[in-house]
């Protein structure tokens, strides 16, 4: 069906919006700066047994909030920074200490009094891929119906996919080449290690990588080839 896509941006806000066959199917606002998926180095300030939860200062006025299934443990090594895959059964105490340096990504955004919820599980979005730094398991977007081209993209995940990482691959990707999605990895592979080294420089609390702002977003995750316009 005929997709178009409409941006309207002003400094207070941005608009975006999905119209498909003449009928609004998605539209998104982004009225203030986010900080979701935005990586930080923060420090433990206090460990709460009883919550299974830790808060940590990434600079943001009030302490994010770590809970203790949304740290990993197992190390892998990636890079000189030890990076971690969790297990069940942990307990806060057992994975931070108050004092602390850790390298977090906000999941969610601070409300009220409330601080953002935090993950030292990485996620960084590309053009056709997301890749996982701390991950273990890779996937094909669901979106992408044909068994036949999921197939094909699994075996060139397999053969690029670096070890010890996880990857997505995103409904953009569906049928493009195998060299585009090896730049697009070349790509966010070099985003995570300016990451490692950046938080081994960084002072806590410190921003070391903040993501795209919504009209952005939609060029790299809307557009596709079949999009009739923008």
């Known amino acids: 069906m005929p997709t178009d896509i409409l941006i309207s941006s002003d400094p207070w806000e941005n608009r975006v919006a999905i119209i498909e066959d003449g009928s609004l199917a998605e539209i998104y606002f982004e009225r203030e700066e986010k900080v979701i998926g935005s990586i930080y180095k923060g420090k433990v300030q206090n460990v709460l047994p009883g919550m299974g939860a830790s808060f ?47 390298l977090v990504q906000i999941v969610k955004e601070p409300r009220g009094l409330k601080g953002a919820r935090i993950s030292t599980n990485i996620s960084l979005p590309g053009r056709y891929l997301i890749l996982m730094p701390t ?43 195998e060299a585009e999605l090896i730049a697009d990895l070349g790509v966010l592979i ?18 070391l990588h903040k993501d795209m702002n919504l009209v952005y977003k939609a060029a790299r995750d809307f557009v596709t080839p079949d999009i009739d316009h923008v």
Request: aromatic fraction near 6%.
């Open 56 to 102: 940590v200062d990434i600079g943001l006025g009030r302490n994010a909030f770590l809970y203790v299934d949304d740290i990993n443990k197992t190390p892998l090594n990636i890079g000189d920074v030890e990076v971690t895959s969790g297990r069940s059964g942990w307990t806060i105490g057992e994975k931070v200490s108050k004092g602390d340096d850790v």
């Open 135 to 177: 991950g273990k398991y890779s996937g094909v977007s669901r979106k992408i119906d044909s068994a036949e081209e999921r197939n094909r993209l699994k075996g060139i995940m397999k053969r690029i996919r670096p070890e010890g990482m996880a990857t997505v691959v995103r409904t953009a990707a569906g049928n493009v080449s």
């Open 190 to 207: 070099r985003m995570w290690h300016g990451i490692l080294e950046t938080f081994k420089r960084a002072q806590a609390p410190a921003l």
